[in-house]
Structures are given as structure tokens and as C-alpha cells.
């Protein structure tokens, strides 16, 4: 049958077998027949015979009697008012440019009848409307789009439909600026859906931000300026239906026809970057990626995918100050890959280590990089007559850089001039100056150590006063040596791979971390203990007083604005500190303030598991502890090596150190000079075992003769 009849519903398949359609004139009964627009090529069929001809019309004038079909106007009725058509206008409108500005509202909305409408329901057209079915006239792209990445028509609801791609009565030829499928509209048509949260956190991988990355790329900057040859998505995206690719084709990565399939990426770029694939593929990265390398790098390993920036930009990781670190050590310090593929370790570092590589880091944009020598897209091996770096074309590729350059200079080696194995005469001396270091500073370390135990031993020939009793002497020395252990132990948990944890704890191998957390935690423990031994003290007479005498004064203000007036020469005289200075007094209260915060955090952090779940702590507070026992360790080893060490050791008034803190005495005349508003205490001499003997000797005798009325001999106090 050549055509069928329109009753109130338009037959899809009516509109792919006719070029007529047949419309009744209202309250007349007559009949018009007017050529359809339609582009769709069934339609363009002509009726086999005049017969056929003139039984349609006789059918048509039957069908006209009973039923009357849909108008446009019809429709505007509703649809056409702007105040309440929704965004972005009247349908009407917006169809007078559209390419399907000819076509009838039914002829894509096929089971929308006036017959059936109910103007006064809240769904006029009935619960449920048929979607617009675009395959009815775009055969081939309907029979195309079977797949959207790794979604499949009728098998996800997220799947784009075409509307959301090409827009619906605002449908505009892709040449046209405005239209949704235009170059430079592109990437907003993508974003829609591929920058939805929502709807990309449902499919893996996370991907939240391609377009963005893309709109700041070299490709979207080009596109947004006008240049509409740029690749847009469509360029890299689209696969070959044929010979042909089609942006209704997009396949997944993991698709071996996908166009970002790893082994066709080359292509993919090839289509605008055709000679620079062409060297990249006579490159030994793209021979591998040729024979079937899955690990092989190819254009996005190194450019980027989305965010791909010109090698002149600085945040380029092909940029020459990043080329190096950024992108090929990553395959280049790889263990897995060196060995796969029997590649040298330990490149980056002997970059780096060499002039080109000290003077990069410095910032030099100029010096050499790994692609100034090796090449950027035909990178071949050493062995490669054709390769820039072949012996026999050393010459010429150091020339660039170096003109004149001679061949044996050329053909020196560049990785491992510092850190890398060397041989011959280099070695013999690295080895020679090696022994030379340490021969010769060690010999002046033991020389410096032999002049500061000299003047250490001259102290022992003064008079000194006891600073500290035995019991605060131990106290010291037991929150000295837990405190060093901390902070050794503590900062090697936080910097296991500097140099001096290796010389600590290198022995301790996969168990060295273990090792370390335990030392940690057993050293905690006694400073918590020493904490305590000094708690108890302060209750004794002798620790009460101590305690008073560490109370901030009043005088400690006058001391500290002396003191400073002093150190910039506007006061001839040091203020007279009593006991204890208030440089001493920060000291102890910061050990008190530090010693509390560092035992909570660490409590806090030692027993995590309990406190969350017993004690209900919320995990945000573990978080705040690990930063303030962090920091706060940070804050109380700087105070100790730039504020109590000078204090002790490299104060000129106490050099080369006030050695109370080893044995509680100190020589009676720095006392007087640090202390001279202190309390007087009394004087004592340091005796050998053999001055014992001779001073109990000779008051033997002393006591065997009458005294002779002498005046009594005074005592040093």
C-alpha cells in the first residue's frame, strides 16, 4: 500500500512511505494536498500509478469527513505564549531558524492529537507522552548510536538523547554559531552532562572536571579566539562508522575502535598533528606501542588529556623546567619498567645531580633537558645510527647548545657525573677525596673536641657552688634524655627517608617503622615519668621554694627592658638577676606548657581506637591532635637548640658551658656573673683523691700541736 491514513494519530510509518500529506478543512469538507518538506528520503517516493494516485485521494477525502488532524496552530494555543512557554521560548519560535523549520509539531510528536486533548487535566496529552523518535528520519544515525561511552541505548536512563546534544526546536545547522553542535559551543554541550556531579559520580572512573580542564587547555583557548580548526571534543572523541567518524559513534577507552584506546591515541592526535606522529612512531616508544606495549607512553602520558598546555607554558609538564621530573621520571625511575625493558636506574637523579640539572632547578628555561638531547617525539636508542644520541652524532646534538664542541668532549658521559658509578681515573679519585673528608675534618673535629675539654678541666681548678642538689641534677637528666629520645625518635617516624634515619635506623629494614613507634612510645613514658618525679619534688621544702622562686615578678619586666636596653648599648650596666633569670623562668614554664599539650596529643593519638570508641570522641579531634603534637614538637626542639643551648653553652658569659647541667655545680664566679642578685651560696673546691689524703695528713698533725693564737681562716662564701 502506498500510503496509509492520517486518523487523528500520524503513523510513523505512514510519514516514511508518502510524500502527501492530507489535511480537511474545517466545517467544508474539502481537501487540500500539499508536498511535504520533510528530508527524510522514504518520503520522497513517488505513488506507483495515476491509480493509486486518485484511490488516495478518494481515501483522504473519507478520512477528511471524520477526523480532524492537528494544526500548528493548534498547538500555539498553549505553547505559544511566552509568559508561559518554558526556556528558552515558544517552540514556534524557535522553529522559524531551525533546519526543521518546515515541519509540522506532529510530525515529530507523533501521538499528540487535538482529538485526545483534555485542556482542563493537568496533563493535557494524557499520562504518558511517546518520546520524539528522531530515528524516523535519520535512519543511519539512529542505527550508529548504539552506544555513548560505556552506556548503551535503552540499557541506561543517562545515556544523552539526541535532543540533549543537538538541542530540540532550536536545532541550528553545526556551521552556525549558535548551534549546540558549533565548535566553540562544544564544550558547553558536554558540560552539561559530563560536568553534572550527580550524574558522573555514578559511572567510574571519577572524572568532575574534564571541560574545565579543557576550556583552560591550548585546544579550548584556540577554539574560544575563533580558531574553529582546534580539536574540540568531538575531534578526539568521535569513532570511524566506515571510513568516516561520527560523533554518534563514541566508544569507551577500553573499546579496541575507541579513538582514546590506548593504541589509538596516535591516530587520534595524527588527524592534526601529522608529522610530529609521524616521528613519534618511528620512535622506540612508538614501535612499542605498535607491538602491542600496554606500558608504552603515547601522546596523553605526557601532554595530558584534557588539559593539555603549550610546552612554552610553565605549568606544562612538558615544559623544559618540568620535562624531566614531571614527566619522564615517572616511567624512568620505575623498577617495574627498568627491569622489563632493561632500562638504566637512577637517571633523574644524575640529571639532576649534573650542571644541566642543578642549573634547571635553579630556574633555567634554556639549559638542556631530556628532550634537548633524546629528542621529544622520535626518541631512539644509543644504539640507533639515526638516534640524536649515537656516538657518532654526540657532535652534532651538543653542538646545538655548545657550537664548536669537540667529539671527545661531546662524548663524555652527562648521567652520572655526580652520583653514578664511575670508573678509572674518576673513581680513583672519589675514592681519594673521600678519605681526604674525612681524614682532614674529622682531625679538626677531634682537635676543637681536645681544646673544649681542656677549658672544661681549667674549670675544675675554680671554686664552685652547688646550682643544682643531686635529686634536681637526676631530674634534669632524666627529662633530657627522654626528651632527646622524642624528638630523634619522632621526627624519624616523620622523615624516615632523610639521610641520618637511614645512619639511625637503616638496620631495622621493613621493621625499622615498628622499631621506631615502640622507642617513641617507651621514651613518652619516662618523660611522663620524670614528669611526675618532678611533680612530687615541689611538694618538699626544697621544691616549694624552687617553686616561688620560678613565680613571674614584677622585677622580671624591669629585667627584661634592662636587659634589652643593654644588649643595644643604651645602658652601661647587665641588670642583677636573682636566682633564676626570666630567660630560665620562659624555659620552665614552656617545658610545663609544652610537657602538658605533648602528653595529651600523644595519649590522644597512642590510644585512638579507645577514644573513638569509647569515649565517643569525633575524628575531627584526633585530626586537630596529630597537627598540634606535630607542630608543637617542632616549636619545643627549635626552643631548646636556639634558646636554652646558647643559655648554656654559647652564651659568652658561660662559655664554653655552664656545666650544672651535667653535675649541678657551677664555677662561683660565673654564678656571681649571671647570678649576682641571687643567694649567696657557699664555696667549694673540686679535690682529687690524693689532696684528700694530704689535707687529712697534715690536720693530723695540725691537731698534734697546740695552736699558735693565729687569726681563723676566712671561708669563701
Known amino acids: 500500500m502506498p500510503c496509509f491514513l492520517r486518523t487523528g494519530k500520524q503513523s510513523a510509518l505512514m510519514r516514511r512511505n508518502t510524500d502527501i500529506q492530507i489535511a480537511a478543512q474545517e466545517g467544508n469538507g474539502q481537501c487540500r494536498i500539499r508536498s511535504s518538506p520533510m528530508p527524510c528520503r522514504d518520503m520522497m517516493r513517488r505513488p506507483r500509478s495515476s491509480g493509486a494516485a486518485v484511490l488516495t485521494l478518494v481515501l483522504a ?13 493548534d ?20 522553529l522559524h531558524e531551525s ?73 541550528l545547522p553545526s556551521s552556525d554559531q549558535r548551534s549546540h553542535a558549533h565548535p566553540i559551543n562544544l564544550p558547553d ?49 568521535s569513532a570511524k562508522e566506515g571510513e568516516k567518524r561520527t560523533a554518534h559513534r563514541i566508544l569507551g577507552a577500553g573499546d579496541r575502535e ?45 601532554h595530558g588529556e584534557h588539559g593539555i598546555l603549550s610546552p612554552d607554558d610553565p605549568n606544562s609538564p612538558v615544559s623544559p623546567a618540568k ?25 633523574l637523579r644524575s640529571y639532576i645531580d649534573s650542571y644541566h640539572g642543578l642549573k634547571s632547578k635553579a630556574g633555567d ?70 678519605w681526604l673528608i674525612g681524614v682532614t675534618i674529622g682531625s679538626m673535629l677531634l682537635h676543637n673536641i681536645a681544646d673544649w675539654v681542656r677549658h672544661l678541666k681549667l674549670m675544675k681548678t675554680k671554686p664552685f657552688v652547688i646550682r643544682m642538689s643531686l635529686n634536681e641534677a637526676l631530674q634534669h637528666w632524666f627529662l633530657m634524655i627522654s626528651f632527646t629520645v622524642l624528638v630523634i625518635s619522632g621526627f624519624s617516624l616523620r622523615f624516615s627517608e632523610a639521610w641520618w634515619v637511614q645512619v639511625l635506623f637503616g638496620w631495622g629494614g621493613g621493621e625499622g617503622f615498628l622499631i621506631r613507634g615502640t622507642i617513641h612510645r617507651v621514651a613518652a613514658v619516662v618523660f611522663i615519668l620524670g614528669c611526675a618525679w618532678h611533680l612530687f619534688y615541689l611538694f618538699g621544702q626544697r621544691g616549694r621554694r624552687w617553686m616561688l622562686d620560678m613565680l613571674a615578678s614584677p622585677r622580671d619586666l624591669v629585667n627584661i627592658k634592662e636587659n634589652i ?18 630567660m630560665e623562668k620562659c624555659e620552665y614554664w614552656a617545658l610545663v606548657w609544652g610537657g602538658v599539650i605533648m602528653t595529651l596529643t600523644g595519649l590522644l593519638l597512642w590510644f585512638d581506637n579507645y577514644f573513638v570508641t569509647t569515649w565517643r570522641l569525633p575524628r575531627v579531634l584526633l585530626d586537630v591532635a596529630l597537627v598540634i603534637h606535630y607542630y608543637e614538637a617542632w616549636l619545643a626542639t627549635l626552643a631548646i637548640l636556639v634558646w636554652h643551648i646558647y643559655g648554656t653553652v654559647f652564651s659568652p658569659g658561660v662559655y664554653p658551658m655552664n656545666p650544672a647541667w651535667l653535675t649541678g655545680r657551677m664555677p662561683k664566679d660565673m654564678y656571681g656573673h649571671e647570678h649576682p642578685a641571687g643567694p649567696k651560696l657557699k664555696a667549694r673546691v673540686y679535690r682529687t683523691r690524693m689532696e684528700d689524703e694530704e689535707e687529712l695528713e697534715g690536720g693530723r698533725h695540725e691537731a698534734a700541736e697546740p695552736p699558735s693564737g693565729g687569726a681563723e681562716s676566712p671561708s669563701v662564701e
Open 75 to 94: 498547538c500555539n494555543d498553549c505553547h505559544g505564549d511566552p509568559a508561559t512557554a518554558k526556556p528558552p521560548g515558544p517552540p514556534h519560535l524557535l
Open 61 to 73: 477525502v473519507c478520512a477528511a469527513a471524520r477526523a480532524q488532524p492537528t494544526q500548528p496552530s
Open 565 to 582: 636596653l643593654f644588649f643595644l648599648g643604651m645602658r652601661k650596666e647587665k641588670p642583677s638577676f636573682g636566682r633564676f633569670t626570666y
Open 99 to 171: 533546519i526543521h523549520k518546515q515541519l509540522a509539531c506532529t510530525d515529530c510528536h507523533e501521538s499528540i492529537s487535538i482529538d485526545n486533548l483534555d485542556s482542563t487535566s493537568a496533563q493535557p496529552h494524557g499520562a504518558e507522552v511517546e518520546p520524539v523518535n528522531c530515528g524516523d528520519c535519520h535512519e543511519n544515525e539512529a542505527e550508529t548510536y548504539v552506544k555513548h561511552g560505556r552506556l548503551q541505548v535503552g540499557k541506561n536512563g543517562d545515556l544523552p538523547k539526541c535532543w540533549n546534544c543537538h538541542g530540540t526546536h532550536d536545532i
Open 365 to 434: 628555561v634554556h639549559v638542556a633537558n631530556c628532550a634537548s638531547c633524546h629528542g621529544a617525539h622520535r626518541i631512539l636508542p644509543h644504539t640507533d645510527p639515526t638516534s640524536s644520541i649515537h656516538a657518532d652524532n654526540l657532535r652534532l646534538t651538543c653542538g646545538e647548545c655548545h657550537p664548536g664542541i669537540s667529539a671527545e668532549l661531546a662524548s663524555a658521559p652527562i648521567h652520572g657525573t655526580a652520583t653514578g658509578i664511575k670508573t678509572g681515573w674518576p673513581r680513583f679519585f672519589t675514592i681519594f677525596y673521600m
Open 323 to 347: 620535562v624531566a621530573e614531571q614527566t619522564c621520571a615517572p616511567c624512568h625511575e620505575s623498577v617495574v619498567l627498568n627491569e622489563k625493558y632493561g632500562v638504566p636506574a637512577g637517571r
Open 258 to 302: 575507541s579513538t582514546i584506546n590506548h593504541f589509538n591515541i596516535p591516530n587520534t592526535c595524527g588527524q592534526c598533528h601529522k608529522s610530529v606522529t609521524s616521528d613519534y612512531l618511528e620512535g622506540i616508544h612508538g614501535q612499542l606501542v605498535t607491538r602491542g606495549a600496554v606500558d608504552a607512553p603515547v601522546c596523553t602520558h605526557c
Open 189 to 237: 554541550t558536554c558540560r552539561s552532562c559530563h560536568s553534572n556531579v550527580d550524574m558522573v559520580a555514578k559511572h567510574d572512573p571519577l572524572r568532575l572536571a574534564p571541560i574545565t580542564l579543557y576550556d583552560s587547555s591550548v585546544h579550548g583557548r584556540a577554539s574560544k579566539r575563533g580558531l574553529y580548526v582546534a580539536a574540540t571534543c568531538n575531534d578526539c572523541h
